[in-house]
């Protein structure tokens, strides 16, 4: 499966923002399910929040009813109170304190308790492709996991009996919060790893089809999707000092905006060369008039300013949230890849 190319097919890319993603591309994949072609979908690429769901997806592709009713457990019930109760063992406690971050693995024991039930990479499906995206602090690389193959261009590549939750959490693992995850490949080399957002916050870098004969997991996809909830990173907070946390959080922030910038030029580039054929960008802060259409200026402020941490995000947050996404997607798939649905005549 290495260096695996899909000649045709359709990818989907879930960006990161938390449970506020997870709502969204919850949104998202409702519309596709409506609309026929949540079973086109090939490749799913996904970071932090989105490879939460991005994850739940392929366990559960084959059967809405359920992958819904965990996606909704989840966002009802969060994940930092079920953190913050881990950290409450003594030892936990002072490993954080010795690490200045919370161990990645109390995360993945949180998220197999309450979705995962402690699968192993392994044994997930093979359909979709699931690529889970984290930053590989050595070589400052794209660290991809998927079901036999893990690695990046710079690094060795090996398969891993992790549990699924590892490379998730591995994904999710915010620098602000959780410290660096060192894994051991080969039994030699060892490689470090941070949230997947430091180098792509969207999760499209593994759907890009430039990649050199080094790179692994090689996408051709005919159809790309992206499902971007990561807006915004700069969110004009009051209050802010010149702490060394207040500089790290603006400075990251900073980053993550520059850097989404260019994958959306990369993106668009890639399709004026025809190098991606058909191109959906969903984002849940567009401008586009079509996309808010229905929508006053207080919804859409409360949806883009919602915070993007793991709180559970429930009732008005969720309608909106989740509406947002779903009628986002029914109208760029509608109006940019209709060779989806008219494939299902």
């Not at 050595?138 to 009996?161: D, H, M, Q, W």
């Not at 089809?209 to 907070?237: G, H, M, W």
Request: charged letters at 25%; hydrophobic letters at 40%; a positive charge.
């Amino acid at each position: 499966m290495e260096n695996k190319k899909v000649k045709k097919g359709v990818g989907i890319a879930l960006s990161g923002g938390g449970s506020r993603a997870i709502a969204f591309h919850y949104g998202v994949l409702e519309a596709l399910h409506e609309l026929g072609i949540d079973q086109k979908l090939d490749v799913v690429s996904a970071i932090s929040g989105g490879a939460i769901i991005g994850a739940l997806w392929n366990l559960h592709s084959k059967d809405w009813e359920v992958f819904s009713a965990k996606v909704e457990f989840i966002l009802r019930e969060g994940l930092e109170n079920s953190i913050i109760d881990r950290l409450l063992h003594p030892k936990l406690f002072i490993s954080t304190m010795c690490k200045f971050g919370i161990d990645v693995d109390v995360f993945a024991d949180v998220l197999d308790k309450k979705i995962f039930n402690f699968i192993k990479l392994y044994e997930i499906p093979d359909n979709p492709l699931l690529i889970l995206n984290a930053t590989e602090l050595k070589t400052g690389t794209n660290f991809k996991f998927s079901k036999t193959v893990c690695g990046s261009y710079k690094t060795t590549r090996c398969p891993l009996e992790l549990r699924l939750s590892q490379a998730v959490a591995c994904s999710a693992a915010y620098p602000l919060v959780f410290s660096v995850k060192r894994l051991r490949l080969n039994g030699t080399d060892d490689v470090y790893l941070t949230d997947g957002g430091a180098y792509d916050c969207l999760g499209a870098n593994a759907l890009m089809p430039d990649k050199d004969e080094k790179s692994i997991l090689i996408q051709n996809c005919e159809t790309v999707i992206i499902s971007d909830a990561s807006f915004p990173y700069l969110e004009n907070r009051k209050g802010l000092t010149r702490s060394i946390v207040d500089g790290l959080y603006a400075s990251y922030s900073a980053s993550s905006s520059k850097n989404r910038s260019l994958i959306y030029n990369k993106l668009y580039l890639l399709q004026k060369n025809n190098e991606i054929p058909f191109l959906g960008t969903i984002k849940m802060d567009s401008q586009h008039p079509d996309l808010n259409s229905g929508w006053n200026k207080k919804e859409l402020d409360f949806i883009n300013s919602y915070k993007t941490n793991f709180k559970p995000v429930a009732g008005k947050a969720l309608e909106f949230i989740k509406s947002r996404g779903k009628e986002s997607a029914k109208i760029i798939i509608t109006k940019y890849l209709g060779h989806l649905l008219r494939s299902n005549i």
